[in-house]
Every structure is written in structure tokens, then in C-alpha cells.
């Protein structure tokens, strides 16, 4: 039967690391796709459960000549895994695009849920969760490529994304926010209708949500 626990949202974010064997001399081991999946599915089986991805998560920064075998090796592992594991919406950094664009296109198909909206034919997308329906939509950097496109002014799509959401019938509008904290600040006191942001550029893990205008954010 489905489960009928509370609704969740579970963020991936700055994934970080390297496959192992790595060659450390000492113990680092402080996570793992593995450990992810088992997380995710255990929250599956407690209630509606969505996966959200913002912000970096194949590379850290463009590889050195040296390391692209290994770097692009472990984007493939890393997709591999995000496939695997069943993801509902995707803001994308600018640093995914760091091997091309043919390299990230050939890691994720069509059905891959970008939900970057400030690019030309962007969209968000509503989440059913249970008996909640969640607008999700991402926002990347002005004038940055990213998977889905060259980006355009965020605060001005945005707005027009969380109408367009809230007529589809979303209870709850969530902002992914691939962007530096200051643009994400900025955008969130000037954008009217979401409910909460997530930073997903050099997060911090935080004891307290921050607010933004009329909103938060995590």
C-alpha cells in the first residue's frame, strides 16, 4: 500500500569527493551514493517522498588536464547513481557543463527533470506529495550556460514561473536556487509567492531557516 506518512522533501547538494579507492591515508569515508540511496528509500517507505538536486553535483570545479579521465569517470558514476535513485526535479549549475555540453546530454535522457526556469522554454513542475501539490522551478546565474540553455534575468522569470505554478494548482512553491547566496537573497525579497529557497551554491548546513523577504531560506 502507498505510504500515508507525512509529505518530505529531501535536498542533494555540492556533492563532494572522489571514488574510491582514493588513496587517502586516512579515513574519509563520510558518505556514499550507496548511503544515499538507502536514506532515500527508507523515507519512501515512511511517506510521499520527493528528491530534489540543486547546484552543483557532477563536478567541483573545471578539471585540470591531468585529472579529466578521472573527473569525467566519476560524473558518470555520479549519474549513474542519480538515475538509480529516482530524482523529481533538478536546478543545474553552471559547473555541470564543465566536459560540454554533448558529455552532460550524453549522461542524462530527455525524461531528466531540469526545472531551471530562467532559460528560453524553461519550466518548473508540480509535485504531487500525497494530498500536497509542490511547485518546484530552479534559478541559475544571468547570462550563464547551463544544461538547459543560455540563462536570462532570474528575478523576472521567476515571478511569471510561480503564477504559472500556483494556476497549475501548487498548495506549496519551492525556489531552487543554483545561485551565489547574495543573487539568492536578492531574488528571494524581490520574488512574491515561494514558500521557501534553497541555496545550493556553497551551502552551509544551518540550525535555522534565514529569512528573505517574505520568504526563507534553507
Not at 186 to 207: K, M, Q, S
Request: aromatic residues 4%; proline residues 8%.
Amino acid at each position: 500500500p502507498a505510504p500515508q506518512g507525512p509529505p518530505r522533501l529531501l535536498v542533494l547538494s555540492a556533492q563532494i569527493g572522489y571514488i574510491e579507492p582514493c588513496g587517502c591515508t586516512v579515513d574519509l569515508l563520510l558518505g556514499g551514493i550507496d548511503r544515499v540511496k538507502t536514506v532515500i528509500d527508507a523515507e519512501r517507505r515512511e511517506g510521499p517522498t520527493a528528491v530534489l538536486v540543486v547546484g552543483p553535483h557532477l563536478f567541483e570545479r573545471a578539471p585540470e588536464a591531468h585529472m579529466v579521465g578521472q573527473e569525467e569517470a566519476k560524473a558518470k558514476l555520479i549519474a549513474r547513481g542519480l538515475r538509480a535513485i529516482g530524482v523529481d526535479a533538478v536546478a543545474p549549475s553552471p559547473i555541470e557543463l564543465a566536459r560540454g555540453r554533448p558529455f552532460y546530454a550524453a549522461l542524462f535522457d530527455a525524461d531528466w527533470p531540469d526545472v531551471t526556469a530562467n532559460v528560453a522554454g524553461g519550466t518548473g513542475r508540480v509535485i504531487e506529495l500525497g494530498a500536497l501539490r509542490v511547485g518546484v522551478f530552479g534559478l541559475a546565474p544571468s547570462g550563464a550556460e547551463v544544461p538547459a540553455g543560455t540563462t536570462s534575468d532570474p528575478i523576472g522569470a521567476a515571478s511569471a514561473e510561480v503564477i504559472r505554478l500556483r494556476a497549475a494548482g501548487a498548495q506549496v512553491v519551492i525556489g531552487l536556487g543554483a545561485l551565489p547566496r547574495a543573487e539568492l537573497r536578492a531574488a528571494a525579497r524581490a520574488i512574491a509567492g515561494v514558500d521557501l529557497w534553497v541555496l545550493g551554491d556553497h551551502p552551509e548546513e544551518a540550525a535555522q531557516a534565514s529569512p528573505a523577504g517574505e520568504s526563507y531560506i534553507i
